[in-house]
C-alpha cells in the first residue's frame, strides 16, 4: 500500500502562483511513478503531469504545458506541482497519484490521495 496526502491548494488570483505537495508513505516512493490530476465540477477527472520513478522523464497536459512543473524529491517521499500564470479554468480537486507504470491514464493508477482544492479566481 502507498498512502498519498496532498496540501498545498487555495484561492488564488488569475496569473498567481500555487505548489502542491503530496507526501507519500508506505511501499518504496522511488519504485512508483507519480501523477496529478485534477476534476472539475460536473466534469471526469483528466490528467495534468506526471512524473518517472527517478524523475527523469516528465509529460505535461498540453493545457498545462509552460505554466506547470512536475518534479519529485525520492530522498523526502515527496512529489510536487508547481502552478504558475494559473487562470480560472484551473479549478478543480487536485488529486496525487502513484503507479508501477508512467501513463497518462487515471484508470491505471493504483493509488490516489484525497485531493487539495485549487481555485483560479478572474
Known amino acids: 500500500q502507498v498512502q498519498l496526502v496532498e496540501s498545498g491548494g487555495g484561492l488564488v488570483q488569475a496569473g498567481g502562483s500555487l505548489r502542491l505537495s503530496c507526501a507519500a508513505s508506505?511501499?518504496?516512493?522511488?519504485?512508483?511513478?507519480m501523477g496529478w490530476f485534477r476534476q472539475a465540477p460536473g466534469k471526469e477527472r483528466e490528467f495534468v503531469a506526471d512524473?518517472?520513478?527517478?524523475?527523469?522523464?516528465?509529460y505535461y497536459a498540453d493545457s498545462v504545458k509552460g505554466r506547470f512543473t512536475i518534479s519529485r524529491d525520492n530522498a523526502k517521499n515527496m512529489v510536487y506541482l508547481q502552478m504558475n500564470s494559473l487562470k480560472p479554468e484551473d479549478t478543480g480537486v487536485y488529486y496525487c497519484?502513484?503507479?508501477?507504470?508512467?501513463?497518462?491514464?487515471?484508470?491505471?493508477?493504483?493509488?490516489w490521495g484525497r485531493g487539495t482544492q485549487v481555485t483560479g479566481s478572474s
Open positions: 512524473i518517472s520513478w527517478r524523475g527523469g522523464n516528465t
Open positions: 508506505g511501499r518504496t516512493f522511488s519504485n512508483y511513478a
Open positions: 497519484a502513484a503507479d508501477r507504470i508512467l501513463t497518462v491514464r487515471a484508470s491505471e493508477y493504483d493509488y
